[in-house]
């Protein structure tokens, strides 16, 4: 478990009131970290110390598992990345497992910021995971 500071308690209480302000339901694990099923998804709001004491919050959806690396699954995960405003892919090589991200700035964040970076994750993880799983095989996050 991360070291808890008085910033990281500030910004899990934040979080608290704009989830329940903005979702109404969302899961709290004993870590402190969040999250949301939609659809097919499972997307993780998980506040951090960054740097020189400030925090972050990465919002992330793990798509897809057992998806073996690959010149084709990389090109077309990049390429997708270009088509992007909000949001990227990335490829973890240790648990074969593809995953969509974004990062927002703890002290800046507004409601409005945190919803619209989640709703977006959410729906397109939902979209994109069924993509990579007819391209490059493998499960579904949520499959697991």
């Given at each position: 478990?991360?070291?808890?500071?008085?910033?990281?308690?500030?910004?899990?209480?934040?979080?608290?009131?704009?989830?329940?302000?903005?979702?109404?339901?969302?899961?709290?694990?004993?870590?402190?970290?969040?999250?949301?099923?939609?659809?097919?998804?499972?997307?993780?709001?998980?506040?951090?110390?960054?740097?020189?004491?400030?925090?972050?919050?990465?919002?992330?959806?793990?798509?897809?598992?057992?998806?073996?690396?690959?010149a084709a699954?990389?090109?077309?995960?990049?390429?997708?990345?270009?088509?992007?405003?909000?949001?990227?892919?990335?490829?973890?090589?240790?648990n074969l497992?593809?995953?969509?991200?974004?990062?927002?700035?703890?002290?800046?964040?507004?409601?409005?910021?945190?919803?619209?970076?989640?709703?977006?994750?959410?729906?397109?993880?939902?979209?994109?995971?069924?993509?990579?799983?007819?391209?490059?095989?493998?499960?579904?996050?949520?499959?697991?």
């Open positions: 478990m991360e070291k808890v500071t008085p910033k990281l308690d500030i910004l899990r209480d934040k979080l608290i009131g704009y989830l329940e302000d903005g979702l109404g339901q969302y899961v709290q694990d004993k870590e402190g970290d969040f999250s949301i099923f939609y659809e097919s998804v499972r997307v993780f709001v998980c506040p951090r110390e960054w740097t020189d004491g400030k925090t972050i919050v990465k919002i992330f959806s793990i798509t897809n598992l057992d998806v073996m690396e690959s699954l990389f090109k077309f995960l990049v390429t997708e990345n270009l088509k992007l405003l909000l949001g990227h892919f990335s490829y973890d090589e240790d497992a593809v995953w969509f991200e974004h990062v927002l700035l703890g002290e800046e964040m507004s409601k409005e910021e945190l919803l619209t970076a989640l709703s977006t994750i959410a729906i397109l993880a939902d979209k994109y995971d069924d993509i990579i799983r007819q391209k490059f095989g493998g499960i579904l996050y949520t499959e697991a």
